[in-house]
């Protein structure tokens, strides 16, 4: 028989307890990532054959235009959609904060499309976006302004995922941002209104520093999720569609070269270029956040 | 003491209990035999709509091969070839399955199918099919599917848009010249209503322009794109024309908002190309079965229409070659054809008259009769590669953002990159 010390038991105890979550990540999130990141580095051949090729995706890469543009594409949806979506997350969060009338009925309202399916919002969207019977382009040529082709457009269509985009996350991030606030004790206000602050100091000497842990979270995994941006695009624009080259991100640019063209060496060099940059991103973020991110304790 | 050796022998259960469901589900059963010992055989399919023939068939089947059990697998068509090759790769295949002209080659250069060659029986002759396509589903001297069924293009037309301008329906006398005469009668502007459509789709329009005006998109031994000859682009110019010079059918940006199939089911356009396989879905549509008809397709230099069909074809992996060779030759039987002839055109020749007969409120013998100068899809190894670029590349020409011969220039490279790793 075994014999163990107490502390040793305890850590058994312990992994026994976080085995499945680690067997999970191992076999659902590293595994595929040491795969992905081998198969960057082969040519395949189709049914699991590959050889290895070296650098030679990472060169084609470089030279592909399609991915410079797609990269581009990415990052103007990063960085629109985070900017404007966390600043009107928390300019919604704040204003319902507030005791207001019908609070619990607008939070729903601005939760809804999170529990929303991906596919059916982009199909009400894509009929709200349609160019000829499109509810936007109805009130445009009700004003007297000519329609415009909204997501056939190469100027407007990336745009016109962004604001879907957008859309889609204000609810989450508003409930992580209402959390926050509602962790923030009410006596600091009231001091702050005994020392003659108005609405507007208060919001920018105790809201925005107390809320900025949750600002920072919110803001990294926006970031993060907004560089995977993958089922709009998919789901409304098609392949025949002219502004494809101008919307398609680098995680759909991964996806029609793995699986509708086949060639998962190339899609896989395309998800490490994403991995690095993401890591690149976030890592930038977590050196400038004791700039700005005030920490309780 | 006693407590630590707990701890182990949880785990150690835990671990046994483990095992064993994996053995329970994997292991323990063999899933290619039925309980009362016959031979299981999986048999995957994508169109929900062709379930009932399928299992009227596979019926049939089993009840004059009582030692054998078939089980339908519906795989939704866009999951269909992501799990097949998962499957290949993972060896748990369906032992026969549906294949698709598009990804034919890359499945049987890769050796994952089954060879038939000479293996079907003695009542199984090549002769009783299309020779296109017994030939199309033979890769390398040896074959490797049994043809299913065809489908060929044609020209649907509005009668009621016709009649309301009285204008003759279009009938087989009809060319390019006569196409765009009339598009340009029937099409009103104001009234969002247009001539013709003409979306930038391979098989049910430029494909066919391209072979009836004597282009080619491969060359026969597939080793240069036919995009650089100037009868290929010109047939691309006429095809672009229609949309930008004629105005006789909506933009390709048009098309993003509103398919080609919602244009004419609506009313809203007088003529369209379609495939033989949107009858099942048109039939059911009041409109069209009252106000449609369908044509032969216009003539250019000569008459053409593109052709091509699905094969039915077995693993290479099946742990019952035999019982899978025994179900395909009566998958291409005449039986088997007569009994999946309500839903599609079946490929054994003579047995079309039921599909014929199942959709007589169209004139549907244009579609069989247009194999007499159908021309085979055009097919390579990297197809699924090229023909997505070819759609990003010609939308463009679609658009005007390029011209129609730079367009064609740049996908003849782009093809001709792709063919050259064919070879290698």
């Known amino acids: 028989m075994l014999k163990l010390t107490r502390r040793r038991q305890d850590y058994a105890w312990g992994y026994l307890m976080v085995a499945p979550t680690v067997i999970g990540v191992l076999i659902l999130n590293i595994y595929p990532l040491l795969k992905s990141c081998y198969l960057s580095f082969t040519q395949s051949t189709g049914f699991g054959h590959a050889h290895f090729i070296g650098l030679a995706n990472y060169v084609r890469m470089m030279h592909d235009p399609d991915v410079w543009q797609a990269l581009v594409n990415t990052l103007i949806y990063t960085a629109v959609s985070v900017v404007i979506g966390v600043f009107l997350s928390l300019v919604v969060a704040v204003l319902l904060n507030q005791h207001i009338r019908g609070r619990g009925i607008y939070r729903t309202i601005y939760f809804l499309p999170v529990v929303s399916a991906p596919a059916a919002v982009a199909m009400v969207w894509r009929w709200l976006y349609n160019a000829d019977a499109g509810l936007f382009n109805s009130l445009l040529q009700s ?11 190469p100027h ?20 992580l941002l209402l959390a926050g606030l509602q962790e923030i004790p009410r006596s600091y206000y009231e001091a702050a209104e005994i020392d003659g602050a108005g609405p507007v100091r208060q919001f920018f000497s105790i809201t925005l520093p107390m809320i900025s842990p949750t600002l920072f979270f919110v803001v990294v995994t926006s970031i993060i999720g907004g560089l995977q941006v993958f089922d709009f695009i998919f789901m409304m624009i098609e392949p025949m569609n002219t502004a494809m ?16 063209m086949g060639d998962r060496s190339y899609g896989a060099a395309i998800v490490m270029l994403l991995l690095v940059i993401t890591l690149v991103i976030t890592a930038v973020q977590m050196k400038l956040q004791k700039k700005w991110v005030h920490y309780n304790d | ?12 259960l835990a671990l046994l209990v483990m095992t064993g469901i994996i053995c329970l589900g994997g292991c323990g ?41 078939v089980d339908i697998q519906i795989i939704p068509w866009n999951q269909y070839w992501t799990k097949l090759e998962a499957g290949a790769m993972s060896k748990t295949m369906p032992d026969v399955f549906w294949m698709h002209p598009q ?3 890359r499945y049987a250069s890769n050796d994952i199918l089954l060879d038939l060659t000479g293996q079907l029986g003695d009542d199984y002759d090549a002769a009783n099919y299309p020779q296109g396509l017994s030939d199309f589903y033979t890769y390398d001297g040896h074959q490797y599917a049994v043809p299913k069924d065809y489908d060929t293009v044609a020209l649907w037309y509005n009668k009621k848009l016709f009649d309301a301008k009285g ?16 598009a340009q009668q029937l099409t ?27 282009g080619e998109i491969l060359n026969a031994d597939k080793t240069r794109s036919g995009y650089r000859e100037p009868a290929t682009q010109e047939a691309i110019q006429f095809a672009v024309d229609l949309s930008q010079k004629y105005h006789v059918s909506p933009t390709v940006q048009q098309f993003a908002d509103m398919s080609r199939e919602q244009y004419f089911q609506s009313g809203r356009a007088a003529m369209a190309f379609f495939g033989s396989w949107m009858l099942a879905d048109f039939k059911k549509n009041d409109y069209l079965r009252e106000n449609c008809d369908i044509a032969p397709l216009p003539r250019g230099r000569k008459r053409a229409t593109i052709y091509s069909g699905l094969g039915n074809a077995a693993s290479a992996q099946t742990k019952h070659p035999a019982e899978a060779r025994r179900f395909l030759a009566f998958l291409g039987s005449r039986k088997a054809m007569e009994l999946q002839a309500q839903a599609v055109i079946p490929a054994y020749k003579g047995t079309e008259q039921e599909w014929l007969a199942a959709n007589d409120m169209f004139h549907a013998s244009v579609y069989t009769d247009g194999l007499d100068y159908a021309v085979i899809f055009p097919n390579s190894a990297t197809r699924e590669k090229w023909m997505l670029v070819e759609t990003e590349i010609l939308s463009k020409a679609w658009s005007g953002a390029m011209t129609v011969p730079q367009a064609c220039e740049k996908l003849a490279d782009r093809i001709d990159d792709y063919l050259a790793t064919e070879r290698e």
Do not use: C
Not at chain 1, 157 to 174: K, Q
């Open chain 1, 245 to 260: 080259e101008y919307t398609q991100s680098l995680v759909y640019l991964f996806y029609k070269q793995s699986f509708m």
């Open chain 1, 143 to 153: 004003v007297g302004l000519p329609a415009v082709h909204w997501l056939t457009d």
């Open chain 2, 103 to 105: 990804s034919f080659v």
């Open chain 2, 1 to 12: 003491m006693k407590r630590a050796g707990r701890i182990w022998r949880w785990l150690l």
């Open chain 2, 167 to 182: 204008i003759p329906y279009p009938d087989e006398t009809w060319d390019w010249a006569k196409l765009v005469e009339v």
């Open chain 2, 188 to 214: 009103d502007a104001d009234n969002g209503i247009y001539g013709f459509l003409a979306p930038p789709d391979q098989q049910a329009l430029y494909y066919d322009f391209v072979y009836q005006n004597g």
């Open chain 1, 156 to 175: 407007t269509a990336l745009f016109a995922i962004i604001i879907v985009g957008i859309w889609s996350m204000v609810g989450y991030n508003m409930v």
């Open chain 2, 29 to 69: 059963q063999d899933r290619s035999m039925t309980e009362d010992g016959r031979v299981r055989l999986s048999y995957a399919i994508w169109d929900k709509n062709q379930q009932p023939a399928m299992q009227a068939i596979v019926d049939e089947f089993e009840a004059e091969n009582p030692d054998i059990k």
